[in-house]
């Protein structure tokens, strides 16, 4: 099993906060990054943040700088995503993702994703 589980999605007022977890498995001694996305109805999915797995490199699209924040415990094979001061415009399915040797432009595996859903 290595496909990472996501949680942590809900449903938050405009304002609110919510932290999503995931889980990752398999080969983590020799993963390279970590990454959330995000997919709203109708719309492609899109980058949200990333982390590598062995040093300190975050990136963050600029949707989220500043109100989102990346993080990882490499002793729990965890990454998580904390989303404050959200939106209803950051209503959308979330989707963790692993990278693994070698380096490509491209993810290796998918999780299932978490709903979270931003009321006005």
């Known amino acids: 099993q290595v496909q990472p589980v996501e949680s942590g999605g809900g449903l938050v007022q405009a304002g609110g906060s919510l932290r999503l977890s995931c889980a990752a498995s398999?080969?983590?001694?020799?993963?390279?990054?970590v990454g959330w996305f995000r997919q709203a109805p109708g719309k492609e999915r899109e980058f949200v943040a990333a982390?590598?797995?062995?040093?300190?490199?975050?990136i963050y699209a600029d949707s989220v700088k500043g109100r989102f924040t990346i993080s990882k415990d490499n002793a729990k094979n965890a990454v998580y995503l904390q989303m404050n001061s959200l939106k209803p415009e950051d209503t959308a399915v979330y989707y963790c993702?692993?990278?693994?040797?070698?380096?490509?432009?491209?993810?290796?595996?998918w999780g299932q994703g978490t709903q979270v859903t931003v009321s006005s």
């Open positions: 993702a692993t990278d693994y040797p070698p380096a490509t432009h491209e993810y290796d595996y």
């Open positions: 398999g080969r983590t001694f020799t993963l390279l990054r």
């Open positions: 982390i590598a797995w062995s040093y300190d490199s975050i």
